[in-house]
């Protein structure tokens, strides 16, 4: 019976610690406004030295979980900063262990804390997932530029996927975006400007096409979860 009170009483209070935290974050940085300068962020992590590794995925993790930060800042950044080869290693283990603790938070505190981070039109546009096994599309999600990402995080922790296959498909899904991102963040840094046009090329004309065909693909990925449920 204690044991059962104590844990009554634990999620609240971490819950409420979580929340804290955050505020105490922005707070002690300045507000929001500090996560969406690129330039003080550089001169942050640049001021750590050898903290800088930490410092970065600790940015990555805040991005994933409060989202203060655009995640193509900080995306873009680590290239910028660490290169093409050591800026996908940090981006990646940023964004995988910022993901996971979304995923994890929606699994252990349920529907009303996610509900303070995800907004009610995003939860409404994705609520079959919560009702969704099928594991390719939610791939999909992860990898189609366009989607609120961050928020499917807090989303399928309701759900029915396993961490290990959340971590798997997630880490999967965004690699393309990490890639694209931190190869742009290398050239600026190298001052390969051609290269970073043509890459930008790329990714507007994907993102242009996502957003214009992006009520479709929504309607086709529902289909998609209408017949792998009944199946």
């Not at 995925?57 to 910028?80: D, H, K, M, R, S």
């Not at 742009?184 to 046009?197: D, I, N, T, W």
Request: glycine share 12%; charged share 15%; hydrophobic share 50%.
């Amino acid at each position: 019976m204690g044991k059962r009170r104590n844990n009554v009483w634990l999620k609240p209070l971490l819950f409420v610690a979580f929340i804290a935290g955050l505020g105490a974050l922005l707070y002690a940085t300045g507000g929001v406004q500090f996560f969406l300068d690129r330039g003080r962020l550089t001169r942050f992590l640049e001021s750590l030295g050898p903290w800088s590794f930490a410092g970065f995925i600790f940015l990555q993790i805040v991005q994933v979980t409060a989202a203060p930060i655009p995640g193509e800042i900080t995306g873009f950044l680590g290239g910028y900063l660490y290169g093409p080869f050591l800026g996908i290693v940090l981006n990646t283990i940023g964004l995988t262990s910022g993901s996971v603790i979304a995923f994890q938070l929606s699994r252990m505190f349920g529907r009303p804390a996610v509900d303070r981070f995800v907004d009610p039109k995003t939860m409404e546009r994705f609520d079959f997932l919560l009702h969704h096994k099928g594991k390719f599309l939610v791939f999909l999600l992860f990898l189609l530029p366009g989607f609120p990402k961050d928020y499917l995080c807090y989303i399928l922790g309701l759900g029915h996927l396993t961490l290990l296959e959340f971590v798997v498909i997630g880490a999967s899904g965004r690699l393309l975006g990490t890639i694209m991102l931190t190869f742009g963040g290398s050239f600026l840094r190298q001052q390969k400007y051609m290269e970073l046009y043509l890459l930008t090329g790329v990714g507007v004309v994907i993102a242009f096409l996502v957003l214009v065909y992006k009520d479709t693909l929504e309607r086709w990925l529902k289909i998609l979860h209408e017949k792998r449920r009944r199946k």
